[in-house]
């Protein structure tokens, strides 16, 4: 218990207040673990957390997406009583596309992920996320490469395993990983009809071909690691270009676009057969070129 006298003026005379504070003692932190750093600890606590909590916050958007779809059937049944349009309310699922229906461009597409050791972890969890939506590009068009993810092992292939269980039942014709390196992939092909593409070389890539095979860094890394992939390719006599971004999309510093971005353009090109359209209907209307 502490005692702390105050002096206060009231009707010109000097009061004398006693208050008494109590002492709560020190506040006991949780001790670190030994050989952790500070930042360590906080980011498993962390991590922890989120973990305890992930049940809860799925059961919340699972709610919240409940009260949603129940406010939109009430405005719909609203406007159906007063006779008016309620179209823009209906929901309109994008058709589901078989694997049967598609059409084989005849063209590879290769995410190379072998550069785990150069990414933090959150690049290991960022480009998990962009193969995840590389396949969903490849899944939902029309037109369909063959894609492979190559050196799939280390924290990538962990993060799959932990947090991604069900892409060991995503359709082989779509999507294929494999542990291999690149060197190992490409044994015996005919590495003329083989394209690495890298920001960091000068000659562009024209057009896709079928019968070819394009390589894309698979690689999170804020641009840190200038002429990796083209320096890379050329260890493997590996032919470079780059996509045509200069021509197409207004973009400041370096030219690198995301893993993803770049496999969904090569797809894209497959259905419009041109690099604007196809840079058009991938990237945010913010990153093009606009015509003065």
Known sequence: ???????????????????????????????IPDGMSKHQWKKMVKRQRWVENKGKMKESRRERKKERNEERKRKIEDLKSKG???????????PRIEV???????????????????????????????????YSENKGGHNRVELLVTSFDKRLKE????????????NEKQIQFVEDDLDKVLEGEDLSKVIYLSADTDEKLEE???GETYIVGGIVDKGRHKNLCKEKAERLGIQTKRLP????????????????HVVELLIKWFKYRDWKEAFEDVLP???????K
């Not at 993060?159 to 995503?170: C, E, G, I, M, T």
């Open 285 to 291: 209307p913010r990153k093009l070129r606009t015509e």
């Open 245 to 260: 971004i200069d021509e197409c999309i207004k973009i400041s510093g370096r030219k690198v676009l995301a893993t993803s």
């Open 100 to 134: 049967e229906d598609q059409v084989s461009t005849g063209a590879k597409v290769i995410i190379d992920c072998a550069f785990d050791d150069l990414m933090l972890e959150k690049e290991v969890v960022s480009l998990s996320s962009q193969i995840t939506r590389s």
């Open 159 to 170: 993060r799959f395993d932990n947090s991604l269980r069900d892409y060991d039942k995503w």
């Open 84 to 94: 008016e349009d309620y179209t823009e309310l209906l929901r309109h699922k994008k």
């Open 1 to 31: 218990m502490v005692e702390e006298k105050v002096v206060n003026e009231k009707d010109g005379e000097e009061v004398e207040v006693e208050k008494k504070i109590k002492h709560l003692g020190p506040f006991e932190r949780p001790k």
């Open 208 to 210: 896709l071909k079928s």
